[in-house]
């Protein structure tokens, strides 16, 4: 479960880093104002793949240690309490 969850967020990462690109690219006109903006976000989500790439190292670290049937075990708890507040 820890690998599959530290696979999901590199791929965020590399997709971050994909979508920043292209939203500085694809925002771009003639307009000063419109190039600022497309400039500002493009940073913005520039922003995100660090995180990403921090969490898939501490998840992939986690399954390392062992620790992947405790998230199983979490889990589960939180299917049961979940299933719980469904019925009421």
Do not use: C
């Not at 307009?31 to 790439?53: K, S, Y």
């Not at 501490?58 to 399954?63: A, E, G, M, R, T």
Request: aromatic share 10%; hydrophobic share 45%; proline share 1%.
């Amino acid at each position: 479960m820890l690998d599959k969850l530290g696979y999901l967020a590199a791929g965020l990462g590399f997709t971050s880093i994909a979508a920043s690109i292209a939203a500085w690219y694809t925002e771009k006109t003639e307009d000063e104002e419109e190039n600022a903006h497309a400039e500002r976000t493009g940073i913005f989500i520039g922003l995100w793949p660090q995180t990403f790439f921090a969490l898939a190292t501490i998840l992939f670290k986690l399954k390392e240690m062992g620790h992947d049937k405790d998230v199983e075990r979490i889990i589960k708890r939180l299917e049961t309490k979940m299933n719980e507040l469904g019925k009421k």
